[in-house]
């Protein structure tokens, strides 16, 4: 069973910042792509970052220049760094990641998601 945490959400002003981590453990041979998707009340789940094993990375237009997604291999570790932060930026935040549970099958998990409310 493979399992993503997520931390660091919470309430922001508006120009605030913060930094959303995901930690993956359970069982598994190896973690290939990792991201981080939102879901505002009414809207559908949207694309905001996703990083591969050798660190690439890939922003939706909202995300460019103010997030940035990085990961520690070591610590099967995603984080993203949000900054100068829009009230439109309020959703939950979720984590996800393709993960190789044994050496013939990979699966893709959700963390349960963390909000992130940017309000004055």
């Known amino acids: 069973q493979v399992q993503l945490v997520e931390s660091g959400g919470g309430l922001v002003q508006p120009g605030g910042f913060l930094r959303l981590s995901c930690a993956a453990s359970g069982s598994f041979d190896s973690i290939g792509a990792m991201g981080w998707y939102r879901q505002a009340p009414g809207k559908q789940r949207e694309l905001v970052a996703t990083?591969?094993?050798?660190?690439?990375?890939n922003y939706a237009d909202s995300a460019k220049g103010r997030f940035t997604i990085s990961r520690d291999n070591v610590a099967n570790t995603v984080y993203m760094q949000m900054n100068i932060l829009k009230p439109e930026d309020t959703a939950v935040y979720y984590c996800?990641?393709?993960?190789?549970?044994?050496?013939?099958?990979?699966?893709?998990?959700w963390g349960q998601g963390t909000q992130v409310t940017v309000s004055s």
């Open positions: 990083i591969t094993s050798s660190s690439s990375t």
């Open positions: 996800n990641a393709f993960v190789r549970v044994r050496f013939d099958t990979i699966r893709n998990y």
